[in-house]
């Protein structure tokens, strides 16, 4: 997250937001046993935080990289041995 210019009271907050956070339910004046939940918004918009630069990373991927919500999905035809190298290149640098 500092890397993408978020630090100061604004990481901590956030920091705070995702530790230690825990949830009830209640129905009809019964109430569930309390859990640990992470806050699945928050979780999101960090995750998109987290891949948004993902194709620049890349050099034979291309511009087909479709993002959504916590799911990506990466596009690319391939026509011949080389095209086949480079997407495994690719995909071998996401990976680390």
């Known amino acids: 997250m500092r890397k993408r210019g ?9 920091g705070n937001w995702l530790r230690n956070r825990r949830q009830g339910v209640c129905i009809k004046w ?3 046993t309390w859990e640990e939940v992470w806050s699945a918004v928050l979780g ?3 995750f998109l935080i987290f891949v948004n630069d993902l ?3 890349t050099s034979g991927i291309g511009p087909t990289v479709i993002k959504f ?3 990506t999905k990466i596009f690319k035809e391939v026509r011949d ?3 086949n190298i480079r ?10």
């Open 44 to 46: 999101h918009l960090l």
């Open 81 to 83: 041995v080389h095209d």
């Open 6 to 14: 978020i630090g100061g009271k604004l990481l901590v907050t956030i």
């Open 30 to 32: 019964k109430q569930s």
């Open 55 to 57: 194709e620049d990373n």
């Open 69 to 71: 919500v916590d799911d």
């Open 87 to 96: 997407v495994q290149a690719d995909l071998d640098r996401l990976v680390e």
